[in-house]
């Protein structure tokens, strides 16, 4: 999916994707600043030229359902890691 978007919006767009990826993950993970915010909707204002709002939305939700995956393989490893050093 992310391959098919980069190619739809071109090279120059690269940027503002990524951008918006990124500060998407900084919002899943509560660091919900004016300043992420505000970098998110330049992102999305100029994928907007490329990109349905809907896309822009899917990709977000997409991102945020990664960024909370991973947070719970972080979780799961920490408590596997317990239970090795609890039964040693």
Same mark, same amino acid.
């Given at each position: 999916?992310?391959?098919?978007?980069? +190619?739809?919006?071109?090279?120059?767009?690269?940027?503002? =994707?990524?951008?918006?990826?990124?500060?998407?993950?900084?919002?899943?993970?509560?660091?919900?600043?004016?300043?992420? +915010? /505000?970098? /998110?909707?330049?992102?999305?204002?100029?994928?907007? #030229?490329?990109? #349905?709002?809907?896309?822009?939305?899917?990709?977000? !939700?997409? /991102?945020?359902?990664?960024? !909370?995956? !991973?947070? =719970?393989?972080? !979780?799961?490893?920490?408590?596997?890691?317990?239970?090795?050093?609890? #039964?040693?």
């Amino acid at each position: 999916m992310l391959k098919q978007t980069k +190619r739809r919006i071109g090279a120059n767009l690269e940027i503002a =994707l990524e951008t918006l990826l990124d500060t998407q993950a900084e919002i899943t993970k509560d660091n919900n600043t004016f300043a992420i +915010r /505000q970098l /998110q909707r330049e992102a999305k204002e100029k994928l907007q #030229s490329k990109l #349905s709002l809907a896309e822009i939305d899917n990709l977000c !939700q997409k /991102q945020t359902e990664i960024v !909370q995956l !991973q947070h =719970l393989q972080e !979780q799961e490893q920490k408590i596997a890691q317990i239970q090795v050093n609890t #039964s040693n």
